[in-house]
């Protein structure tokens, strides 16, 4: 079973070279900490930030200088700061390859709750419905059940949706899925976790075929 540092540590090997990425708040804020070297790669936060880099050690923190999450960060050289209107107008145009978010539910067919909970204080959507609208490779952070033990990969989400049919791929504590027309297609297993594991936190349609490999972190 993945922590949340696994989680984004198998996210980072989705990432490519010479890729545009925006990280969600939470685990996606990870994902910035465990790419490759050896390949250039421009995260962008809609706060009107291109070119973050890891997390600042203790100590070495800026504080006028954070993620979408208020986060302090580090940036890299070349990095580029700018106005919110230019910052969604480059996730509103598609100039983004990969969208890493968090969420709290996920149903079968790719659609995305992670703004609102009934009940609870919210401050709104925030930039999260421009990146569901807009990006065309999401992929989601999470874990697979609640503290109470329930699946959230569900057939149909129960919370407010932040997108409908967006979500390419889900990467959790215990397994990574593509998203298909038929529901969840299982691809790889968290270490120390079998399919049953998975099949009984699933709440949605899940698609096993042949041998699920564990993943290699």
Same mark, same amino acid.
């Given at each position: 079973?993945?922590?949340?540092?696994?989680?984004?540590?198998?996210?980072?090997?989705?990432?490519?070279?010479?890729?545009?990425?925006?990280?969600?708040?939470?685990?996606?804020?990870?994902?910035?900490?465990?790419?490759?070297?050896?390949?250039?790669?421009?995260?962008?936060?809609?706060?009107?930030?291109?070119?973050?880099?890891?997390?600042?050690?203790?100590?070495?923190?800026?504080?006028?200088?954070?993620?979408?999450?208020?986060?302090?960060?580090?940036?890299?050289?070349?990095?580029?700061?700018?106005?919110?209107?230019?910052?969604?107008?480059?996730?509103?145009?598609?100039?983004?390859?990969?969208?890493?978010?968090?969420?709290?539910?996920?149903?079968?067919?790719?659609?995305?709750?992670?703004?609102?909970?009934?009940?609870?204080?919210?401050?709104? +959507?925030?930039?999260?419905?421009?990146?569901?609208? !807009?990006? /065309?490779? =999401?992929?989601? %952070?999470?874990?697979? &059940?609640?503290?109470?033990?329930?699946?959230?990969?569900?057939?149909?989400?129960?919370?407010?949706?932040?997108?409908?049919?967006?979500?390419?791929?889900?990467?959790?504590?215990?397994?990574?899925?593509?998203?298909?027309?038929?529901?969840? +297609?299982?691809?790889?297993?968290?270490?120390?976790? !079998?399919? /049953?594991? =998975?099949?009984? %936190?699933?709440?949605? &349609?899940?698609?096993?075929?042949?041998?699920?490999?564990?993943?290699?972190?």
């Amino acid at each position: 079973m993945l922590d949340k540092n696994g989680i984004a540590k198998r996210i980072a090997k989705e990432v490519q070279d010479g890729y545009y990425v925006n990280l969600g708040i939470g685990i996606p804020t990870l994902v910035a900490n465990y790419v490759r070297d050896d390949i250039e790669v421009e995260f962008q936060s809609e706060n009107g930030v291109l070119g973050m880099g890891p997390f600042p050690f203790e100590g070495e923190e800026d504080a006028d200088i954070i993620n979408a999450g208020k986060q302090t960060i580090t940036t890299l050289p070349g990095a580029s700061f700018f106005d919110s209107a230019l910052s969604f107008s480059m996730i509103r145009g598609k100039h983004v390859d990969l969208t890493i978010l968090g969420a709290m539910e996920v149903s079968e067919n790719g659609d995305i709750a992670n703004w609102k909970i009934p009940g609870k204080m919210v401050k709104g +959507m925030g930039g999260a419905m421009d990146l569901v609208a !807009s990006a /065309e490779n =999401i992929i989601v %952070a999470m874990m697979h &059940t609640n503290r109470a033990g329930q699946s959230k990969l569900l057939k149909n989400c129960s919370l407010p949706l932040t997108g409908v049919a967006c979500v390419k791929k889900v990467v959790t504590n215990l397994a990574v899925m593509e998203v298909t027309d038929k529901g969840f +297609m299982l691809i790889e297993r968290a270490p120390g976790v !079998s399919v /049953e594991d =998975i099949e009984k %936190a699933t709440e949605g &349609t899940l698609i096993i075929e042949g041998d699920i490999p564990e993943m290699q972190i």
